[in-house]
T-cell receptor, first 114, second 112 residues
Framework: NAGVTQTPKFQVLKTGQSMTLQCAQDMNHNSMYWYRQDPGMGLRLIYYSASEGTTDKGEVPNGYNVSRLNKREFSLRLESAAPSQTSVYFC?????????????FGDGTRLSIL | QKEVEQNSGPLSVPEGAIASLNCTYSDRGSQSFFWYRQYSGKSPELIMSIYSNGDKEDGRFTAQLNKASQYVSLLIRDSQPSDSATYLCAVIFNTGFQKLVFGTGTRLLVSP
């Protein structure tokens, strides 16, 4: 079972470069999420997509854009990378519409911006 | 008040002891609660869920829920060094979107 798959696993960028992080899930979940995690900060929600065709800002959306390409895929784009965006990025998915559904996480993308 | 609050720790316990991790939440209408374990450099992994008041046991793990006090806890019996990780509490808030809110996690250290 693949679950939630993120690519790439590691990336180093220079300031000002652009990059798209990819996420795909094979669990037929309707909601997908992008988080960043920095030391001591916990998980911070960047953007989410409650269902195919919708996207909404989370608590730290500045500097990012997202695309919900289809039900399976949700990408995160950094248009002009900044050192402050150095972080570990997690994608997650969840089945809304049923009670008690947890989120399932991908393995993460470790992004360094020089 | 934070929506989901946890003591950041670290909580240090000797091998074989009971580790007790606590979490409080702000939404009185919340119905679903989860505990995730996150090893350093890894992604969060779901280990327990609880929906009703009382205790729920799964192996060495017991989740406890008290909705009146807006409190959920995780007990780890016979703690092992391999249990050393950060434990995240997550709560589904009673909003139209069923928002899942994470605490910042408690770091647990189990010493041999």
């Amino acid at each position: 079972n693949a679950g939630v798959t993120q690519t790439p696993k590691f990336q180093v960028l220079k300031t000002g470069q652009s990059m798209t992080l990819q996420c795909a899930q094979d669990m037929n979940h309707n909601s997908m999420y992008w988080y960043r995690q920095d030391p001591g900060m916990g998980l911070r929600l960047i953007y989410y997509s409650a269902s195919e065709g919708t996207t909404d800002k989370g608590e730290v959306p500045n500097g990012y854009n997202v695309s919900r390409l289809n039900k399976r895929e949700f990408s995160l784009r950094l248009e002009s990378a900044a050192p402050s965006q150095t972080s570990v990025y997690f994608c997650a998915s969840r089945k809304l519409g049923q009670a008690h559904q947890p989120q399932h996480f991908g393995d993460g993308t470790r992004l360094s911006i020089l | 008040q934070k929506e989901v609050e946890q003591n950041s720790g670290p909580l240090s316990v000797p091998e074989g002891a009971i580790a007790s991790l606590n979490c409080t939440y702000s939404d009185r209408g919340s119905q679903s609660f989860f505990w995730y374990r996150q090893y350093s450099g890894k992604s969060p992994e779901l280990i327990m869920s609880i929906y009703s008041n009382g205790d729920k046991e799964d192996g060495r793990f017991t989740a406890q829920l008290n909705k009146a006090s807006q409190y959920v806890s995780l007990l780890i019996r016979d703690s092992q060094p391999s249990d050393s990780a950060t434990y995240l509490c997550a709560v589904i808030f009673n909003t139209g979107f069923q928002k899942l809110v994470f605490g910042t996690g408690t770091r647990l250290l189990v010493s041999p």
